[in-house]
């Protein structure tokens, strides 16, 4: 079950994020609210997934898959373009978060 809660929270967090960029700077209050709503969600999903995770793994790949969807997301939404350095840099993030969970026996 703590995968799946880690799973809501990058969601959250990405959703967070996405809001956190519509809100042109919280001037915009529907968005602003999404993002206080989704980031609260997020953070406490996450709380309830170190019960079982070490914070350092769980930190990283809820960090790392955040960064690699948000950055879909600023694409897709946004119209916000990687170069050549970004896309080999979320990458490895992807490949560090493969490394933790096929390798790591504190997963």
Sequence with gaps: MHWLYLAIAIIFETLGTTALKASDGMTRILPATGAVLA???????????????????????????????????????????????????ISLIIAGIVVINLFSARV
Aim: glycine content about 12%.
């Design 39 to 89: 980031y609260a969600l997020s953070f406490w999903l996450l709380a309830l997934v170190l019960r079982i995770i070490p914070v350092g793994v769980a930190y990283a790949i809820w960090a790392g898959l955040g960064i690699c969807l948000i950055s879909f997301l600023g694409w897709i939404i946004f119209g916000q373009k990687l170069d050549m350095p970004a896309i080999i840099g």
